[in-house]
């Protein structure tokens, strides 16, 4: 099992910035890739960003300019900077690791953190 502990949300008005983090505990062996996600009510869960260990990341063409994913493999940590945060990006915002044993994958998830932008 893989512990994910989310931190960095809160209330910012339109335009702000809020930075999120995620330390990874447990057995982290095998995390490809860590990123985060993000659900509105009535929306279905959708990808912000990820990296892989090796650095590569990937982002929603709505947040690229904006958000930087960033990782600290020696702390199991991966960080979300969003800049020009808009009123339509308040969600709960979750950390994912993608995991990969032999053939097996195993997803896991934060317990979500809310951002909140005011227009």
């Known amino acids: 099992q893989v512990q994910l502990v989310e931190s960095g949300g809160g209330l910012v008005q339109a335009g702000g910035s809020l930075s999120l983090s995620c330390a990874a505990s447990g057995s982290i062996f095998g995390i490809a890739a860590m990123g985060w996600y993000r659900q509105a009510p009535g929306n279905q869960r959708e990808l912000v960003a990820s990296i892989t260990n090796d650095g590569t990341t990937n982002y929603a063409d709505s947040v690229k300019g904006r958000f930087t994913i960033s990782r600290d493999n020696a702390k199991n940590t991966v960080y979300l900077q969003m800049n020009s945060l808009k009123p339509e990006e308040t969600a709960v915002y979750y950390c994912?690791?993608?995991?990969?044993?032999?053939?097996?994958?195993?997803?896991?998830w934060g317990q979500g953190t809310q951002v909140t932008v005011s227009s």
């Open positions: 994912n690791a993608h995991r990969r044993v032999l053939i097996s994958v195993f997803d896991y």
